[in-house]
């Protein structure tokens, strides 16, 4: 992968699941358009104890060993309650390369307003899309109510993950401070 590859980390904001589930569509119909990316898309709702739950979560890097980090970790990042019930839904493998990457490669600013409007949507869609920028993947956002988003490179995650897979970095996995 290119080292200059964007990866673009989106979090919109919803009023219900049904908006939030037509935008998801959009952006899984578009994810074969342009140069080769993976894209991994989460639908995440409240429940009657507005705790964010999982509603409905699918990667085209799904049957990579590491895939299932791609969208746990980042999501672990903004909200790590949410991201371990990403990552024990889809596999913990490269986890703590991927928390690492984005905790060292987004502008903490752009991380906290992302976590910000994670933490105050009743229902959000969260996007990790890998060599399309985060212009492209809001723009077919058209019925979120606001959204956020985190632009970072794919820079060195490859070794990151490399590394990940021969000594997993289970410290990389505790929420920051």
């Known amino acids: 992968m290119d080292a200059n590859a964007p990866i673009s ?12 589930g037509r935008d998801s569509a959009a952006v899984w119909a578009a994810r074969e358009e ?3 990316h993976h894209t991994s898309v989460a639908l995440l709702d409240r429940d009657r104890g507005d705790d964010l739950q999982v509603a409905q979560t699918d990667s085209t890097a ?10 746990g970790g980042a999501v672990f990042v903004l909200d790590p309650p949410t991201g371990a019930k990403l990552l024990t839904r889809t596999g913990l493998t490269g986890a703590g390369a991927i928390v690492a990457h984005v905790q060292r490669n987004a502008r903490p600013s752009a991380l906290a307003d992302a976590a910000a ?23 077919l956002l058209g019925r979120a109510a606001m959204t956020a988003t985190v632009d970072l490179v794919w820079g060195d995650l490859e ?15 505790l929420p920051a401070s």
């Open 159 to 173: 070794e990151e993950l490399c590394r990940d897979l021969v000594r997993p970095r289970s410290d990389a996995l």
């Open 9 to 20: 980390l989106v979090v919109a904001a919803y009023p219900d699941l049904d908006d939030a």
């Open 117 to 139: 409007l994670l933490a105050a949507s009743p229902t959000s869609l969260v996007v990790v899309a890998v060599n399309r920028r985060a212009a492209a993947v809001t723009a």
């Open 62 to 71: 799904k049957h990579l060993v590491w895939g299932g980090a791609l969208m």
């Open 34 to 36: 342009g140069d080769f």
